[in-house]
């Protein structure tokens, strides 16, 4: 059963824009933190930023600060990433994830999500 759905990868090249969408089903999504992680080639999988439900904590990566925007529409039940200014470093699959209710520890570890969709591959060239 899908319950996380990437879309809106791409190539692009070093300077372009994309935006990411991750749709999710109610039960996923509702009340839930949300975030964006991503695995370059011959990488371990990286936090990239992720939003709490009422939008009070929201956090990036240091890398991608002043480039990337998270944001989602609750009445469509979807996550977006924005992703400005786009460099090779950037390129990999992205992952949606849903974090698991009542987990402690930082938002930015990956052990804390319990809900994964299947990527999207974004590739960024010079």
């Known amino acids: 059963q899908v319950q996380l759905v990437e879309s809106g990868g791409g190539s692009v090249q070093a300077g372009d824009s994309l935006r990411l969408s991750c749709t999710a089903s109610?039960?996923?999504?509702?009340?839930?933190?949300m975030a964006w992680f991503r695995q370059a080639p011959g990488k371990e999988r990286e936090f990239v930023a992720g939003?709490?439900?009422?939008?009070?904590?929201?956090l990036y990566a240091d890398d991608v600060k002043g480039r990337f925007t998270i944001s989602k529409d609750n009445a469509k039940m979807t996550v977006y990433l924005q992703m400005n200014n786009l460099k090779p470093e950037d390129t990999g699959t992205y992952y949606c994830?849903?974090?698991?209710?009542?987990?402690?520890?930082?938002?930015?570890?990956?052990?804390?999500?319990?809900?994964w969709g299947q990527g999207t591959q974004v590739t960024v060239s010079s």
């Open positions: 939003m709490s439900w009422r939008e009070i904590l929201i």
């Open positions: 994830a849903r974090r698991r209710p009542a987990t402690s520890g930082h938002m930015k570890e990956e052990g804390g999500y319990d809900v």
């Open positions: 109610e039960s996923i999504f509702s009340g839930k933190t």
